[in-house]
């Protein structure tokens, strides 16, 4: 079992940089691939980006790469994901979750979520 909490959401003007974390209960943590994903109002979730169990692979959506960056710290149970450049259509609730492969975009291939947290972007 693995719980997770997300910070570091707010509410920002467009151009400003987040950086947003989540930290992992449990042993487990340096075994799991982790991801971030977003919902918008009225949208669906969408897989932002993830990173492998070592940290030494990352992949993200075509939409942010080169402003977000996905990092990990295993001896803080810790995932970050660094927002540059935000933009308007970057707000939404930020989650992560849990996986077994830092390939999967689908929802349904992560096994453990956090609650999210808000980011908002005022143009």
């Known amino acids: 079992q693995v719980q997770l909490v997300e910070s570091g959401g707010g509410l920002v003007q467009a151009g400003a940089s987040l950086r947003l974390s989540c930290t992992a209960s449990?042993?487990?943590?340096?075994?799991?691939?982790m991801g971030w994903f977003r919902q918008a109002p009225g949208k669906e979730r969408e897989f932002v980006a993830a990173?492998?169990?070592?940290?030494?692979?990352?992949y993200y959506a075509d939409s942010v790469k080169g402003r977000f960056t996905i990092s990990r710290d295993n001896a803080k149970n810790t995932v970050y994901l660094q927002i540059n450049s935000l933009k308007p259509e970057d707000t939404a609730v930020y989650s992560c979750?849990?996986?077994?492969?830092?390939?999967?975009?689908?929802?349904?291939?992560?096994?453990?979520w956090g609650q999210g947290t808000q980011v908002t972007v005022s143009s």
């Open positions: 979750a849990a996986g077994r492969s830092y390939t999967y975009t689908q929802l349904t291939k992560y096994d453990y």
């Open positions: 990173i492998n169990w070592s940290g030494g692979n990352t």
């Open positions: 449990g042993r487990t943590f340096s075994t799991y691939a």
